[in-house]
């Protein structure tokens, strides 16, 4: 059983920092594994979207909305994953949501699809305001 919890949300003012932690209570699959992991985000009334993904190699991918603001990074050890947000606005409103899965395809193409990872956390809220 794989166990994801988000926290670090909030609310923040517009160019404004905030950073996202998951810890990671598992992998799927064997011990020595290790899975593609991304941060999802969904809007009210918008459909859930991949914001940003790194894959077992570390090679990371961003949708082009937070491209140059947000960084994802990976803790091994600490089995945590991190999002770093800067620059934030309005538009990054959302509940986002760590989410993991076996690296079935290259990251760039895994976050494009939340149907691509089976494994989610509750999400934790962000608010931008101006």
């Known amino acids: 059983r794989v166990l994801l919890e988000e926290s670090g949300g909030g609310s923040v003012q517009v160019g404004g920092s905030l950073k996202l932690s998951c810890a990671i209570d598992?992998?799927?699959?064997?011990?020595?594994?290790?899975?593609?992991l991304a941060w999802f985000r969904q809007a009210p009334g918008k459909t859930r979207e991949g914001v940003a993904g790194?894959?077992?190699?570390?090679?990371?991918a961003y949708s082009d909305s937070v491209k140059g603001r947000f960084t994802i990074t990976k803790d091994s050890v600490e089995n945590t994953l991190s999002l770093q947000m800067n620059s934030l606005n309005p538009d990054d409103t959302a509940t986002y949501y760590c989410?993991?899965?076996?690296?079935?395809?290259?990251?760039?193409?895994?976050?494009?699809?939340?149907?691509?990872?089976?494994?989610w956390g509750q999400g934790t809220q962000v608010t931008v305001s101006s």
């Open positions: 989410a993991s899965d076996h690296c079935h395809d290259p990251i760039a193409t895994m976050i494009q699809d939340e149907e691509n990872f089976f494994y």
């Open positions: 790194i894959d077992v190699s570390g090679i990371t």
């Open positions: 598992a992998y799927p699959g064997s011990p020595s594994s290790r899975p593609c």
